[in-house]
């Protein structure tokens, strides 16, 4: 399974945009790039998913070069709410691979007023 | 409605006691997890499910006994408790087919102390 590698720690403030990459030098074909956010005492969340280009939601965008070799997170006017851990995952989210996701030390975003 | 539901949210217990665990899913999936979140917070993957059958062992010490009696439950056992066993527990489920992104939904956690 492709590693990732991101920033241990970010610092912002409220509405800021803030842009967290993440490198996976070694990401193979099938994989996909999905982010996850957890707050303390709680389970990690969803935030998105994608395979290449953009792709955006409700409450983030994922930004993936052509290479693939990385991938930003970019979170729009962030909130002290948004402070969190972001994980940065990938693999192959049907043939297996998937069920084997490992979960780096994530970043942990501090939002200041 | 919870989506992913453990039990116990917190556990204290003391080293050589044996605890469970509880997990439910309401969501229908057919894979469910248990990973462990260690004070690194690094979380790593215990074991995996899928419909009973168990997938994904990851060398977790045999005191560890996963227990599917059907595909919405996927309990914990760990035998003869040890300090290192400390950690946060979470159950998660997804969905894997081509029609879903392979979202984990996870549980709210169970804190386990070991003394």
């Known amino acids: 399974l492709a590693k990732t590698t991101q920033p241990i720690s970010m610092d912002s403030y409220e509405g800021q945009e803030v842009n967290i990459t993440c490198s996976h030098n070694n990401i193979a074909t099938n994989d996909y790039i999905t982010w996850y956010q957890q707050f303390p005492s709680q389970g990690p969340r969803f935030i998105i998913q994608?395979?290449?280009t953009k792709v955006t939601n409700e409450v983030a965008s994922l930004f993936i070069p052509a290479d693939r070799k990385s991938s930003t997170l970019s979170l729009p006017r962030v909130s002290l709410s948004d402070t969190a851990v972001y994980y940065c995952l990938v693999g192959d989210r049907v043939s297996g691979g998937y069920n084997k996701l490992i979960f780096g030390a994530g970043t942990r975003l501090a939002v200041h007023p | 409605d919870t989506a992913v539901s453990q039990t116990p949210k917190y556990l204290v217990t003391q080293m050589g006691n044996d605890k469970s665990i509880k997990c439910e899913q309401n969501?229908?999936?057919?894979?469910m997890y248990w990973y462990k979140q260690d004070s690194k917070k690094f979380l790593k993957i215990m074991f995996s499910y899928n419909n009973k059958e168990l997938i994904i062992n990851e060398t977790v010490p045999n005191r560890f006994s996963p227990k599917s009696p059907d595909k919405a439950h996927l309990n914990l056992h760990i035998n003869s408790l040890e300090l290192g066993d400390s950690a946060v527990y979470f159950c998660?489920?997804?969905?894997?087919?081509?029609?879903?992104?392979?979202?984990?939904?996870f549980g709210e956690g169970s804190r386990l102390t070991v003394l």
């Open positions: 998660a489920s997804s969905q894997r087919d081509n029609a879903n992104t392979g979202e984990l939904f």
């Open positions: 994608g395979y290449k």
């Open positions: 969501l229908g999936h057919d894979t």
